[in-house]
């Protein structure tokens, strides 16, 4: 059965790749722009490629209003990268500018001197490439998917940490809680792995 899901358009990152991606897993993607569509989406997908701070202000009011209005109805919510970022409440890389404030927590950049802890090699940022994760939930197994980031989002709940990711030192590559499933990485762009992971998003394995 195909099913539904709508892809929230940001004014950011390539939405055709994730709606391909979609496709072939079963669904019906459609892009959507207005508040208004989300009162009535069966599932919501947020990705999102650039600056927390056009994040931020493409969901200041009605938009967000929106967005938290979907989460509290129970459907399902897949967040892409930005789309994670935007669950917190704030970043560093745009001081002052909120976020959805769903999750309690922030958005730190990566450390400036990284190493990696096996061979000293020295890290670089953005931390760009395939990247194993380790999971933390059963949300997730270990799957290795491909990364573009220079912020990883620090929860203040450990408990919402679905998987973590090593550069330089753990950090979170994907949350979840209840509907709300979101991950640093890029499914879209991880092959089967990525596939498989949207699948469960889509026939709702997840909760």
């Not at 208004?36 to 600056?51: C, D, F, M, N, S």
């Not at 931020?56 to 979907?70: C, E, H, T, W």
């Not at 090699?121 to 380790?134: A, F, N, T, Y």
Request: with cysteine; proline share 6%; glycine share 10%.
């Amino acid at each position: 059965m195909t099913r539904s899901v709508a892809i929230l358009d940001l004014g950011m990152g390539n939405l055709r790749s994730v709606a391909r991606a979609l496709e072939r897993v079963g669904a019906a993607p459609s892009v959507v722009r207005e508040p208004e569509t989300l009162a009535t989406v069966e599932r919501l997908v947020v990705p999102g490629q650039g600056h927390f701070g056009d994040c931020a202000r493409a969901l200041d009011g009605a938009l967000g209003d929106a967005v938290r209005a979907f989460v509290a109805t129970g459907r399902p919510y897949l967040g892409i990268c930005l789309g994670m970022q935007a669950l917190f409440a704030s970043s560093e890389e745009a001081p002052g500018m909120a976020g959805l404030g769903l999750f309690p927590g922030t958005v730190r950049r990566f450390e400036t001197d990284l190493h990696d802890p096996r061979t000293g090699e020295r890290l670089k940022v953005p931390h760009m490439g395939w990247s194993e994760i380790d999971p933390a939930q059963p949300t997730f197994a270990r799957s290795w998917f491909y990364f573009v980031h220079s912020y990883v989002c620090v929860p203040d709940d450990p408990s919402l940490v679905a998987a973590r990711c090593e550069h330089g030192g753990a950090f979170c590559a994907a949350v979840a809680r209840d509907n709300v499933v979101a991950v640093q990485f890029h499914p879209e762009k991880s092959g089967a792995d990525g596939h498989a992971l949207l699948a469960a998003y889509l026939e709702g394995r997840w909760s």
